[in-house]
T-cell receptor, first 112, second 113 residues
Framework: EPEVTQTPSHQVTQMGQEVILRCVPI?????FYWYRQILGQKVEFLVS????????KSEIFDDQFSVERPDGSNFTLKIRSTKLEDSAMYFC??????????FGPGTRLLVL | DAKTTQPPSMDCAEGRAANLPCNHS???????VYWYRQIHSQGPQYIIH???NNETNEMASLIITEDRKSSTLILPHATLRDTAVYYC??????????????FGTGTRLTIIP
């Protein structure tokens, strides 16, 4: 069964460093998302992406965040200068038609 | 998206049916009811969704009331692996296919051996 994959599973970084989280969505899907979940809190929407551009972004998704689909398979989330409060689980999701979103296993980011 | 209300926690005996309720009294006619679950800190897992009619798949059944203001997710024979947080989410059916999911706090279901 097709699934969304994410790498790395864990990332530890120093505050101020750049990180890139990678996702491989399900191959025939067209719509891509990033969500995050701070420990003990709700899953929060960050951004949606379609046709090589951002469709919607939340207030969390400020200038420090960017997304890219560099090739036909990968979908990345970059955080330019990480802060302590960026520590969270980051989930990638994708959907085709119909609209059911499927989530990846997540990347646990720890900013020290 | 309409808001949903779920009990914060429930217990269910292993082998029994788990019935998880959800209220969505402000749901609009073009909004689906989706159910996801999250086991520990894993990625949310899609379970089932419906618009008006009751739905069943290999994982669960979804019962939606006639007025669509509430629904119940049924896990017919709960196992220990069904211990998770279950989210009921109302989401508009978009022509563009890229509507975000808005998660609440869900119901923490614990299956008791």
């Amino acid at each position: 069964e097709p699934e969304v994959t994410q790498t790395p599973s864990h990332q530890v970084t120093q505050m101020g460093q750049e990180v890139i989280l990678r996702c491989v969505p399900i191959s025939n899907h067209l719509y891509f998302y990033w969500y995050r979940q701070i420990l003990g809190q709700k899953v929060e929407f960050l951004v949606s992406f379609y046709n090589n551009e951002i469709s919607e972004k939340s207030e969390i998704f400020d200038d420090q965040f960017s997304v890219e689909r560099p090739d036909g398979s990968n979908f990345t989330l970059k955080i330019r200068s990480t802060k302590l409060e960026d520590s969270a689980m980051y989930f990638c999701a994708s959907n085709g038609e119909p609209e059911t979103q499927y989530f990846g296993p997540g990347t646990r980011l720890l900013v020290l | 998206d309409a808001k949903t209300t779920q009990p914060p926690s429930m217990d269910c005996a292993e082998g029994r049916a788990a019935n998880l309720p959800c209220n969505h009294s402000t749901i609009s006619g073009n909004e689906y009811v989706y159910w996801y679950r999250q086991i520990h800190s894993q990625g949310p897992q899609y379970i089932i969704h419906g618009l008006k009619n009751n739905e069943t798949n290999e994982m669960a059944s979804l019962i939606i009331t006639e007025d669509r203001k509430s629904s119940t997710l049924i896990l017919p024979h709960a196992t220990l692996r069904d211990t998770a947080v279950y989210y009921c989410i109302v989401r508009v059916a978009s022509n563009f296919g890229n509507e975000k999911l808005t998660f609440g706090t869900g119901t923490r279901l614990t299956i008791i051996p």
